[in-house]
């Protein structure tokens, strides 16, 4: 079997999934995605909070990778990274990123384009303390996205720092950065079986939050 025909076989949104009515939709994007964020772990989505995260690079060459949303409230959506990452550098150049969920089981997407801002460094210091040690470890082993010539030495650099870590549990990794992002746009989109999938746009206006619904 070719991969083409093995990727055509494959079933796409033809499982039973969720219905979803725009017109009771509430006010707030955030409101509405922490009711679908509920649901999607009350279905038992696996990984709901995965997120992909795109940036754009000095070039403007878009960048995605995955990453775990660690927080949603007034300021927006919120992660957490090392802020000498690839993403790092990238959102300093440039701080407009989309996110992208995806969530199978019920079919539902949800698309945010906005602004990140990395956060008051005392929240990400806290942010820091409260991961488990093996977190810990990793991060303050550091140079995330950096070449790794060898691998022996991130063993060497992991042994050296859990060592570090032990003598001292309080260390913190400088760069651990939370970023929240501000929404300029939200989209909700749930599947139907049939093809006529409802999707939900939400745009920041002067006075709050215009909603639209988009041709699917
Ligand atoms: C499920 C999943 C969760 C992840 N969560 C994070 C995270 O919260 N923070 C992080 O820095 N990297 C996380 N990663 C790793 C990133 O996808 C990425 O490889 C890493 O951050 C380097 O990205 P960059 O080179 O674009 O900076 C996660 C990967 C997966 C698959």
Redesign the pocket.
């Known amino acids: 079997m070719t991969t083409r025909d093995l990727l055509r076989a494959l079933p796409v949104l033809a499982h039973d999934m969720p219905s979803f009515d725009p017109t009771g939709a509430p006010a707030e994007p955030t409101a509405l995605f922490a009711e679908w964020l509920a649901e999607a772990v009350a279905a038992g989505v696996d ?1 709901p909070h ?1 997120m992909t995260v795109a ?1 754009v690079d000095a070039d403007g060459a878009p ?6 949303l ?1 927080d949603l409230d007034a300021a927006g959506w919120h ?4 802020s000498t ?6 959102i300093a150049g440039n701080p407009r990123v989309a996110l992208g969920f995806h969530w199978r089981e019920q079919g539902r997407q949800v698309r945010v384009r906005g602004t990140a801002r990395p956060a008051d460094p005392a929240v990400s210091r806290r942010d820091f303390l409260a991961r488990p040690e093996g977190s810990r470890i990793a991060t303050l082993a550091g140079r ?2 950096a070449v790794l010539a060898d691998p022996a030495e991130l063993d060497r650099e992991l042994a050296e720092v859990r060592a570090r870590l032990a003598a001292d549990p309080g260390l913190v990794a400088e760069g651990h950065t939370v970023y929240s992002v501000t929404p300029a746009s939200v989209e909700f989109w749930q599947a139907d079986r049939e093809r006529r999938h409802v999707r939900l746009r939400y745009r920041r206006a002067a006075d709050g939050w215009s909603r639209e619904l988009l041709w699917p």
């Not at 992660?79 to 090392?82: C, E, L, N, S």
């Not at 990452?85 to 990238?90: D, I, L, V």
Request: glycine share 4%.
């Open positions: 990984e995965a940036t960048d995605t990778r995955v990453l775990i660690k992660f957490a990274t090392t990452s690839a993403k790092g550098r990238q995330q996205s």
